[in-house]
């Protein structure tokens, strides 16, 4: 094999490995993930304006939450606690086309008054959610939970959904 043979087959075989790394780098699934983990670390980082990023602004929920009364309620937490940490397991991302259904399980942590513990969910009862993204012109969004089981709230939250 002559040398410029040689290279053609290694730089073919090279582009084909970089194309197949960026459809997957750039696949939906890919890219909903990296959306939850920088939201994650925005809110663990108590910026507000980076969580509000994976919001669809016509978010609403079967509980009455629309993206300003989610968005109010994350400020009130991040308000009331300090070294917030999401213990989150790997999202289960399923895409449809321009949705997707992504389901969470965490427990978030923080320090209140000088003790730290749970602020929702424990190790042994996590917080449980099914969100619905939608492809929007701006990118992926949540716009509806679909599925919300915060322990420490599940009879507040039932009463919400029933009104």
Do not use: C
Request: a negative charge; hydrophobic letters at 40%; proline letters at 4%.
């Amino acid at each position: 094999m002559t040398t410029n043979r040689l290279t053609a087959v290694v730089l073919l075989g090279a582009a084909v490995v970089l194309g197949a790394w960026l459809v997957r780098y750039f696949s939906a699934e890919q890219v909903i993930r990296r959306e939850i983990a920088d939201a994650v670390e925005s809110f663990e980082n108590e910026q507000l304006l980076g969580v509000a990023t994976v919001l669809s602004r016509s978010y609403h929920d079967p509980w009455g939450l629309s993206y300003e009364t989610v968005l109010g309620n994350l400020q009130e937490v991040m308000d009331t606690f300090s070294e917030l940490q999401v213990d989150l397991e790997p999202p289960i991302v399923e895409v449809d086309g321009e949705q997707a259904r992504v389901s969470l399980r965490f427990v978030l942590w923080g320090t209140a008054d000088g003790e730290r513990g749970y602020v929702v969910g424990s190790s042994s009862d996590p917080v449980n959610t099914t969100e619905l993204w939608r492809k929007e012109p701006a990118g992926w969004r949540v716009v509806t939970t679909e599925t919300l089981d915060i322990p420490e709230l599940r009879d507040e939250l039932d009463a919400m959904r029933s009104r």
